[in-house]
């Protein structure tokens, strides 16, 4: 008596059939990424340029959170800082004086940019936005911590007047340095100027690379941009 069976594949040609499934499996997937692709990056494309053509860089504005500060006087503030808030206070305009806290942390970060530091700020207050600028911050002797600020708040009709950064650049291509070797000292970092808010500076740039060995570069040489004066 006898019978019939299949005969087995050898491991080996298992192995390569599942290998070439796999392999096909990845061409497709491949495919349909290409195919896909070029509508994606169209698609981020014109939601990049709908977002510059919404908010210009130039005009972004840097925001931040204030809550309402019911307590006052020097032991309710030390208790805010335990708590990891720090103390505030928003003046100028037509308002009343504001108590504020701000959360430290936050406030922390946003202070180690330059930004923060020269442009109008919008301050979120009771679900309630208004301009506002820094005018003064007070650090710890050797903590890293906020004491205290001050925002003024900013009327687009007043002129204001501030401290600016100055960016220099170009002294590595001025003759001065390129030629002569010599080191160029910044005697300024920022300057004050006048303004009205929508004119603001986040910063002056300075070209260094016309000076020469032994020449200066003084305040009345500096081009401001439009609508800044000294």
């Known amino acids: 008596v006898a019978r019939t069976r299949s005969r087995p594949l050898p491991s080996g040609a298992v192995s390569l059939r599942a290998a070439w499934a796999w392999l096909l499996a990845l061409c497709l997937v491949g495919l349909v990424v290409l195919v896909q692709l070029p509508l994606l990056a169209a698609g981020v494309a014109m939601l990049s340029l709908a977002l510059v053509a919404a908010y210009p860089f130039k005009e972004l504005i840097m925001k931040f959170v204030a809550f309402e500060r019911a307590l006052q006087g020097t032991g309710a503030s030390r208790r805010l800082r335990i708590t990891g808030k720090t103390p505030g206070i928003v003046y100028g305009g037509e308002g009343q004086p504001l108590m504020i806290e701000l959360d430290h942390n936050a406030l ?48 687009a009709k007043t002129k204001l007047t501030m401290k600016v950064p100055l960016h220099y650049s170009g002294e590595e291509e001025s003759p001065a340095v390129k030629a002569e070797n010599c080191l160029v000292n910044h005697v300024l970092t920022e300057l004050t100027v006048s303004c009205f808010p929508a004119d603001i500076p986040e910063f002056i740039a300075i070209d260094l690379s016309g000076l020469k060995k032994g020449s200066s570069l003084h305040v009345k040489d500096i081009t401001l941009p439009k609508g800044v004066k000294f």
């Open 108 to 155: 922390w970060h946003a202070l180690k940019k330059e930004a923060f530091h020269a442009t109008v700020l919008e301050m979120e207050y009771v679900g309630q936005t208004s301009p506002v600028l820094l005018r003064d911050v007070q650090y710890h002797p050797y903590k890293q911590q906020v004491l205290h600020i001050d925002f003024q708040r900013v009327d």
